[in-house]
C-alpha cells in the first residue's frame, strides 16, 4: 500500500513536497522493529493492531491513526479436518481467536516468527497457518477466508509521529490509495510493480477471492490533529 501510494498516488496534490523513504519491517513486533519507531528513525508505520497498540502505550510520541487493511489473511492447510497445531505470527494475538473459530477451542496454537511461519508449515512443524495472503503464494494446500469465521478483521493500522509535516495530505493520499486499491486491476498493477518475483496477472484476483482483503479509507476514522 505504501509503495503504491509514493509511486501511483498524485504526490503533488496529496503530499506536496515530501521526501519519503520506505523501510520494510520484516517483523513489527520484533525488538529491531520497536526500537526503530522508539527512536522516530520513522514518521509513520502500517503495523499489526498488536504492535500499535504498544507503540502508542509506551511513547505518547505516536498516534494510532485506524484500520488501513482488512482480511488479508488467510488459513492454509493440508487436511481442513485433521488440525491440532496451528501456527500464527507471534504476537498477534486477533490471529488466536481466528484459529480457534475455524479449529476448536483445544486446538494447540504455536506463535512463530512470521519470517518462519511458511518453513514451519510446509515442513509439518504445524498442521495449519495463518499467514498474510501475499506470503501464502507458495504454500500449498487448501486456503480458506478468515471471514468464515470472524466477518471482518483489521489486520493492520496506521500509526503516526504527532507533528509530522502536513499530516492531513498524507492521511489524504493513504485514502485515495486504499480507495484505488480496493479495484482489482488497479491492485495487480501494483503487485506487478513491487513484486520481487515474476507474477502470472492473476494474483488480485486470487488474493480477493482466498483472502476477502479490502483497502480502508482512514481520514474518516482519525482521532488526531491533521494539521
Known amino acids: 500500500m505504501v509503495h503504491y501510494l509514493v509511486h501511483h498516488v498524485d504526490a503533488d496534490n496529496l503530499i506536496r513536497s515530501f521526501n519519503y523513504e520506505i523501510f520494510s519491517l520484516e517483523d513489527c513486533c520484533a525488538a529491531i522493529s520497536q526500537f526503530a519507531l522508539l527512536s522516530l528513525a520513522v514518521d ?9 497498540a504498544e ?3 509506551k511513547d505518547s510520541r505516536f498516534w494510532e491513526v485506524g484500520p488501513v487493511l482488512a482480511n488479508s489473511v488467510v488459513i492454509v492447510t493440508r487436511d481442513p479436518e485433521k488440525v491440532r497445531k496451528v501456527g500464527i505470527a507471534q504476537h498477534r494475538e486477533y490471529q488466536v481467536s481466528i484459529a480457534r473459530k475455524a479449529f476448536g477451542e483445544g486446538v494447540e496454537i504455536l506463535p512463530i516468527s512470521p519470517m518462519a511461519l511458511g518453513v514451519a508449515y510446509e515442513s509439518g512443524q504445524v498442521d495449519a ?5 501475499e506470503d501464502s503464494t507458495n504454500l500449498t494446500g487448501h486456503k480458506i477466508q478468515v471471514g468464515g469465521f470472524l466477518e471482518y478483521v483489521e489486520t493492520y493500522v496506521l500509526v503516526v509521529r504527532q507533528n509530522i509535516p ?9 485514502t485515495a490509495a486504499a480507495i484505488e486499491l480496493n479495484n482489482t486491476k488497479t491492485l495487480q498493477s501494483a503487485i506487478d510493480g513491487y513484486s520481487r518475483v515474476t ?4 494474483e488480485a484476483d486470487i488474493w480477493k477471492q482466498q483472502s476477502g482483503i479490502v483497502f480502508l ?10 494539521r
Open 44 to 52: 509513520a508505520a502500517i503495523l499489526c493492531p498488536t504492535a500499535a
Open 199 to 202: 507474477t502470472t496477472g492473476n
Open 55 to 57: 507503540l502508542v502505550a
Open 166 to 174: 502536513d499530516l492531513g495530505w498524507l492521511l489524504s493520499a493513504f
Open 217 to 226: 479509507p482512514i481520514v474518516a476514522s482519525c482521532n488526531c490533529d491533521p
Open 129 to 133: 497457518a495463518i499467514v498474510d495472503i
